[in-house]
């Protein structure tokens, strides 16, 4: 074996060992948003069940200035706040990682090809 070849094994040995264990992802579906429920394969997982990302539900974003056009003119608003709607609704599948043995994480809403 080459000098290079053994640098190039030792290198994907020594990245390897260092590489993120990535989990295997699984799919949830929805079951209710209000209280947050999702059910994967036989096992319910609640609120206490899982980390998401707030942005995935209704949550209110504040401002301290908004630009943005309404019909045909551009409108400045000053200190305010947006509501946003969850984007999860019942029957949407979710991607989720196990964290442990009580603990999920909700990556993202997973859509079909049209």
Same mark, same amino acid.
């Given at each position: 074996?080459?000098? %290079?070849?053994?640098? %190039?094994?030792k290198?994907?040995?020594?990245? @390897?060992?260092?590489?993120? &264990?990535?989990? !295997?992802?699984?799919?949830g579906?929805? *079951?209710? *948003?209000?209280?947050?429920?999702?059910?994967? +394969?036989d096992?319910?997982?609640?609120? &206490?069940?899982?980390?998401?990302?707030?942005?995935?539900?209704?949550?209110?974003? !504040?401002?301290? *200035?908004?630009?943005g056009?309404?019909? +045909? @003119?551009?409108?400045t608003i @000053? &200190?305010g706040f947006?509501?946003?709607? @969850?984007?999860?609704?019942? &029957?949407?599948?979710?991607a989720?990682?196990?964290?442990?043995?009580?603990?999920? =994480? *909700? =990556?993202?809403?997973?859509?079909?090809?049209?």
């Amino acid at each position: 074996m080459a000098k %290079w070849e053994e640098k %190039w094994i030792k290198h994907v040995e020594k990245a @390897s060992k260092n590489a993120i &264990d990535l989990k !295997e992802i699984e799919m949830g579906r929805i *079951v209710s *948003v209000n209280p947050l429920e999702i059910i994967n +394969g036989d096992l319910s997982l609640f609120e &206490d069940n899982l980390y998401i990302n707030p942005n995935l539900l209704d949550h209110t974003r !504040e401002f301290n *200035v908004l630009t943005g056009t309404i019909g +045909g @003119s551009t409108t400045t608003i @000053s &200190d305010g706040f947006i509501y946003f709607k @969850s984007e999860l609704n019942q &029957d949407d599948l979710v991607a989720l990682i196990k964290l442990n043995k009580k603990k999920y =994480l *909700v =990556l993202f809403k997973i859509g079909g090809v049209q």
